[in-house]
């Protein structure tokens, strides 16, 4: 499952990145206020230990393929600094209405970091994150 997240993930991230997804923009900026509050939420609800909650900010096909228990285990396991999490800065969002993307660095417990590269898709109005991928291959200290 996580493998399919990450392909999915990594052709988007891709195309973008050679510019050939078409109408991808910087982001107004309320719109990278909503898409950075989708982030900040989930990471603030696995700080509080609420799974349930940060599942919840998970995108619709997302939920589809993975069930709770499954999401808990795929994020403690792959992405160490967000189930960790302290803290995160975020870089450029940019988005083309109905999908957005940024790269946001986040800070874990242990003082480590990690760059992960976030795309969020729009359902029934709300910003919901379809995929996250590790973009640092090892956990940097320091930063």
């Known amino acids: 499952m996580k493998f399919i997240v990450v392909a999915i993930l990594a ?11 078409p109408g991808v923009r910087a982001s107004k900026p309320a719109v990278r206020q ?18 349930a909650r940060a599942y919840a900010y998970a995108a619709a096909g997302l939920q589809m393929q993975t069930p709770p228990r499954r999401f ?26 109905a999908r957005a993307r940024l790269t946001a660095r986040i800070f874990a417990k242990e003082g480590g970091s990690a760059a992960y590269d976030y795309v969020l898709v729009k359902e029934e109005d709300v910003w919901r994150i379809a995929g996250v991928l590790r973009h640092d291959p090892q956990n940097r200290t320091g930063t």
């Open 11 to 21: 052709g988007w991230l891709g195309i973008a990145a050679r510019g050939e997804e």
């Open 34 to 51: 909503e898409v950075i509050a989708v982030i900040e939420g989930q990471l603030a609800a696995f700080r509080a230990g609420e799974v």
């Open 72 to 97: 808990a285990q795929m994020v403690r396991d792959g992405y160490p600094e967000i189930w960790a999490n302290t803290r995160a800065e975020f870089g450029i969002v940019r988005d083309d209405g």
